[in-house]
């Protein structure tokens, strides 16, 4: 009975330590947004704010420029995950891989443009940790969303007739 019991007590203190010396699971990342059946991330949120600065060349400098920044951004991802989703429930809209490339370079070329110069592209792209095949990458989702959206758009206001009443 007194090795049972030494047992027992053995097997306690080695779970208590197996439990204390393994540390809690790190959060990666959390949902901010739930859209239909699609959630959207802070890492997402992350990512388009910092687009956004790698675009305009230009960061918010105060806490409050990022909290109004951060918030438009949001309520943006959420008014374009509903067109997307309604865009993907119709299966007469279709983008081709041709179109994104083509509207992915074009995107490319005007923020090139915007920056003065590739120069001053590249340089932002390091100071961000990004090159720009990575920052093409990140693009092209984004693309095919946006053309998929227009489409949308285009296929609802032909079937919209004005009448002179």
Known sequence: MKRLTFLFAVTVALVSI???????PATLDRIIAIVGNEVILASELSAQMQMISLQTGRKPTSEAEVIQLRDR?????????????EARKDTSIHVRAEEIDQALNDHMQRVITRMGSPEKFAEALASEGLTQR??????????ENQLLKQRLIQKRLYTVSVSKH
């Open 134 to 143: 990575e920052l093409e990458k990140r693009y092209r989702p984004d693309i």
């Open 73 to 85: 951004l949001l309520e943006e991802m959420v008014s374009d995950q509903l067109f997307l989703q």
């Open 18 to 24: 197996s439990r204390a010396a393994t540390p809690e």
